[in-house]
């Protein structure tokens, strides 16, 4: 089976996590320290963090910019769940704004119409999908002009540039959420990391992801604190990265230029060979390049699960990204329905993810092209 993705782990990985392993720190340790300074550098960032994984980025970021019960977080339908969880676990009401068809992201004209409505958000989390970016200025514009706070779901696009500015620097938005699972385009197991350019916000997503407590002794409320001494500021989780994880960031980081380039190679290969067949392509922003992390096409909805049917027969691991979020159980328990979001339905009603790793071969790619033309055309 050809997976539809993979992690690249390479002897330097290996090295890197050996070399923790035999230190003084396993955990809490100067890697932490040194992943997150190469990922500040790498973003253009102000300040970065990393945390256990993506839906805890989601959930810390929320939190610091204070979301709470009464106010409302919208997102976009077309992401993993997390990207609505983050809202839900800090008692916040949930809804969405449409995509646009093209790049599969929040529609900034569709989100205006809302907003016209009169409701405003506290917090309106934008997914960039695939690796394409969102317009982030037009968004933004909309923030200012309505006051609300924008935090970029960027699981999917480390290593996006829009404009030469690097997705994560936190131009036009408040915080930056990235995941490092193994399917993206860098990983460290698990774990993920928040940018920001505001240094407040930054303290308080520290911590966030540590209990809420600072040893910072210029943070505390007591004077004359003992050499020992910590000091609990709020209500936080245990959502830290071990210095294991962040030895394989680090080394994943410096390499990840090379990722880009390979699936850019991938990408542009499946776009040539796919252009013949009855298959809506995914479409490339003039102003961006693209880190892509996954390859999802559209077919016919009536033809979908034949398709991806022949293709797992075939050997072609394909999956579906994403069943619209408002369609799950939890979420029409909440009120919505099938018909809300008409646009993010017709796009998953036909979508498909074709595999797309670093170390696939033009062989096996070659495969998967013959055999999505066998399923198209049989």
Request: net charge negative; with cysteine; hydrophobic share 45%.
């Given at each position: ?291 892509w992390h996954i390859y999802s096409v559209g077919v016919q909805a009536n033809v979908r699960l034949a398709v991806y049917n022949q293709l797992k027969a075939s050997g072609v691991g394909v999956n579906v990204h994403y069943i619209p979020i408002h369609t799950q159980p939890f979420y029409q ?46």
């Open positions: 089976m050809i997976p539809y993705g993979r992690q690249h782990i390479s002897q330097l990985e290996i090295d890197a996590t050996q070399e923790v392993l035999q230190s003084d720190w396993l955990t809490q340790g100067p890697k932490v320290t040194e992943f997150e300074q190469a990922l500040a550098n790498y973003l253009q960032a102000s300040e970065a963090v990393v945390c256990a994984n993506g839906t805890a980025a989601l959930h810390a970021a929320c939190a610091a910019l204070g979301l709470g019960p009464g106010d409302e977080l919208w997102t976009s339908p077309i992401s993993f769940v997390a990207s609505a969880n983050c809202g839900v676990y800090l008692g916040a009401k949930i809804d969405f704004v449409d995509i646009d068809p093209l790049t599969r992201t929040i529609c900034p004209q569709q989100l205006a119409a809302k907003l016209a409505t009169g409701r405003v958000p506290k917090i309106l989390v934008v997914v960039h999908f695939a690796g394409v970016a969102c317009d982030m200025q037009a968004i933004f514009a909309l923030a200012q002009q309505y006051g609300f706070y924008v935090v970029e779901d960027a699981a999917h696009a480390i290593g996006t540039q829009v404009q030469a500015v690097p997705v994560g620097a936190c131009r036009y938005s408040h915080a930056t959420c990235f995941s490092f699972h193994p399917v993206k385009n860098l990983t460290t197991g698990e774990g993920g990391a928040i940018t920001t350019a505001d240094a407040t916000i930054a303290n308080r997503l520290r911590r966030f992801v540590s209990h809420g407590i600072t040893k910072n002794p210029q943070e505390f409320t007591l004077t004359d604190a003992p050499p020992w001494y910590y000091e609990q500021q709020g209500l936080g989780f245990n959502y830290r990265l071990c210095d294991i994880q962040a030895a394989i960031g680090v080394v994943q980081l410096a390499q990840l230029e090379t990722f880009i380039a390979k699936r850019a190679q991938l990408f542009a290969r499946y776009q040539e060979g796919l252009a013949h067949l009855p298959i809506r392509l995914p479409q490339v922003p003039d102003n961006q390049r693209v880190a328990a909440l009120g919505f329905k099938t018909g809300d979001f008409p646009l993010a339905e017709d796009y998953y009603a036909g979508a498909i993810t074709l595999p797309l790793f670093v170390d696939m071969t033009f062989a096996q790619q070659d495969y998967v092209i013959e055999q999505v033309e066998r399923a198209l055309c049989a």
